[in-house]
Nanobody, 124 residues
């Protein structure tokens, strides 16, 4: 069964860094992949996407602080998060879909394969 498995979450103080990892099955190698997050009481929001041509799209709130990358040899997707803020506290999910990534992350509606998430907590 194809899977997306996140890890790397944890608790950090504001200004700190974390690197999230998503191990994915071969099936998703050529898919558009991304990171999403959901805070308690809030809607899920897109954080970053990475297409197979290397195009990266970021939410405005994380531009300049987060970076999405992929290691094809290891079937691993990463999210490097720097200068974390309390507002970044959320459950973070890895996701994939077989189409071209949207140019506007707020218009991403095609993700239909999801991991179970990893919790990120940022304290002030």
């Amino acid at each position: 069964q194809a899977q997306l498995v996140e890890s790397g979450g944890g608790s950090v103080q504001a200004g700190g860094s974390l690197r999230l990892t998503c191990a994915y099955s071969d099936r998703y190698s050529s898919y558009c992949k991304g990171w999403f997050r959901q805070a308690p009481g809030k809607e899920r929001e897109g954080v970053a996407t990475l297409d197979q041509d290397g195009t990266r799209v970021y939410a405005e709130s994380v531009k300049g602080r987060f970076r999405i990358s992929q290691d094809d040899a290891k079937n691993t997707l990463y999210l490097q998060m720097n200068n974390l803020e309390p507002e970044d506290t959320a459950m973070y999910y890895c996701a994939a879909h077989p189409f071209v990534c949207a140019v506007d992350i707020e218009r991403e509606t095609q993700f239909n394969y999801w991991g179970r998430g990893t919790q990120v907590t940022v304290s002030s």
